[in-house]
């Protein structure tokens, strides 16, 4: 089952807009949401992450929103580039000093000029 | 450099025939995990271990082995391969104590071909 829902399986944006992936999560024992970026051919790279205390984290044109209530949480990409084309997951890790991580199934996302 | 590599990048192999993935990683990290990724599935772990000899199931682990005698390596074994783990496989590796929110670096991939 996945625990961890992720929408759009792909996106095309424009050179200049915003693009937004969603996440949704069940597991209330998750303590750790990281997004991260995969290029063909690479492995994935961490891009950003969020602790459930806090409601949003900034860094440069990355942005996640989180939403405990609704277990849910968004990575915005802001002023989006070509060189963002890339698949983004989203993921949660289980809390109590535990490793396990549960990925999402993936974004393709397509900046075009 | 600091990395996770793999190896081999790619394989082909057999129905039945035993192999292992080698995962080595120089940046001194406690945890270490496996994971296959599926088109549509996204990445999904297989085995995670927290220590020398601490190793516990990923979501997937059926059909696979891990050992952690080393702290550097993380060797993934398929005694019996069967078509249905044809996948790109990924190791990653991470720092960090018990409840310390850690980033994961992954390896390049090897990409497994069943037949």
């Known amino acids: 089952q996945q625990q961890v829902k992720q929408s759009p399986q792909s996106l095309i944006v424009q050179k200049g807009g915003i693009s937004i992936i969603n996440c949704a999560y069940e597991?209330?024992?998750?303590?750790?949401f990281p997004w991260y970026q995969q290029f063909p051919g690479k492995g994935p790279a961490l891009l950003i992450a969020?602790?459930?205390?806090?409601s949003e984290k900034k860094e440069g044109r990355f942005t996640i929103s989180f939403n405990k209530s609704a277990k849910q949480f968004s990575l915005h990409i802001m002023d989006s580039q070509p060189g963002d084309s890339a698949t983004y997951f989203c993921?949660?890790?289980?809390?109590?000093?535990?490793?396990?991580?549960?990925f999402g199934t993936g974004t393709k996302l397509q900046v075009i000029p | 450099e600091a990395q996770v590599t793999q190896n081999p990048r790619y394989l082909i192999t057999v129905t039945g025939k035993k192999l292992t993935v080698t995962c080595s990683q120089n940046m001194n990290h406690e945890y270490m995990s496996w994971y296959r990724q599926d088109p549509g599935l996204g990445l999904r772990q297989i085995y995670y271990?927290?220590?020398?000899?601490?190793?516990d199931k990923g979501d997937v682990p059926e059909g696979y082995k891990v050992s952690r005698k080393e702290k550097r390596n993380f060797p993934l074994i398929l005694e019996s391969p069967s078509p249905n783990q044809t996948s790109l496989y990924f190791c990653?590796?991470?720092?960090?104590?018990?409840?310390?929110?850690?980033?994961?670096?992954f390896g390049p991939g090897t990409r497994l071909t069943v037949l």
């Open positions: 271990s927290m220590n020398v000899e601490v190793t």
């Open positions: 969020i602790r459930p205390d806090v």
């Open positions: 990653a590796s991470s720092p960090g104590l018990a409840g310390v929110v850690s980033e994961q670096f």
């Open positions: 597991n209330t024992a998750f303590d750790y």
């Open positions: 993921a949660a890790r289980r809390g109590g000093g535990y490793q396990k991580v549960t």
